[in-house]
């Protein structure tokens, strides 16, 4: 991989992010609205639910939206013929698909930050300091890579944008419901244990509540890591392969 290389792609990538104002509302401002939304809705004491327990679930949901995101971006630049123009470039496949991992961990960090900030006034006060949030923003950009695998995955199978669009909901909704703000229950607990964001709305409210020993922020970091890993290089090997033609 080349780093100067690297460095002009995610400048393209964040450059394009900006310009197009479709993805700068889902990646930026759907977050926000969502936290929003969920503010007036959970500061009802009728409710029985507190942002303090719905936040947790905002921050990985943002993160499991990038599916969606990375889906159809691939999707439209293969359209566009501007992998193939890539393909015949001085640039490598590792050098794109890292500017595209950094790109969207950058974002990542932005969602977090928007959501954190927006779920201040409606309740949510962490109980945690500088390590605390160093843990949280550490573990979401991790949780970042299996989306971003999940999302290479939904481009290799889909054969336009909107196509991306529907199929990413394959992944987004089961991590949705069974493993973000919706209470897991005893009957859905077995499937949720195999849902990375079960695990990341687990360490999360760990996190925020203060206590940095307990034992699902390591379970949650070694769950998260090894398999955020195993998708990334499955959905970069499946993009590779047959995605980008």
Do not use: H
């Not at 609205?33 to 990985?60: C, H, K, N, Q, W």
């Not at 890591?225 to 090997?237: A, D, E, K, R």
């Amino acid at each position: 991989m080349n780093f100067k290389r690297i460095r002009v792609l995610l400048k393209m990538e964040l450059l394009k992010i900006v310009r197009e104002p479709a993805f700068l509302f889902l990646m930026l401002l759907f977050p926000a609205v969502l936290t929003i939304m969920f503010g007036f809705i959970f500061a009802d004491p009728e409710f029985g639910m507190s942002m303090e327990t719905v936040a947790p679930g905002l921050f990985g949901y943002a993160c499991i939206f990038i599916i969606m995101i990375v889906a159809q971006s691939f999707t439209e630049m293969r359209d566009q013929g501007l992998l193939k123009r890539l393909n015949i470039s001085p640039m490598t496949s590792g050098d794109f698909m890292a500017s595209e991992i950094i790109s969207n961990m950058i974002m990542v960090i932005f969602q977090v930050i928007i959501v954190y900030l927006l779920a201040l006034p409606f309740g949510f006060n962490p109980n945690t300091k500088v390590l605390g949030m160093f843990l949280a923003f550490l573990l979401m950009i991790v949780f970042s890579l299996s989306s971003v695998g999940l999302g290479l995955i939904t481009a290799t199978i889909s054969k336009s944008s909107g196509t991306a669009t529907g199929l990413s909901f394959i992944f987004i909704l089961p991590q949705m419901f069974l493993g973000t703000f919706i209470p897991v229950t005893a009957t859905t607990k077995p499937i949720a244990m195999f849902m990375p964001s079960y695990y990341a709305t687990n360490a999360l409210s760990a996190i925020f509540s203060g206590d940095l020993t307990n034992s699902w922020i390591i379970t949650g970091f070694t769950f998260i890591t090894i398999v955020s890993l195993i998708i990334i290089i499955i959905g970069m090997f499946l993009f590779k392969k047959f995605g980008n033609k």
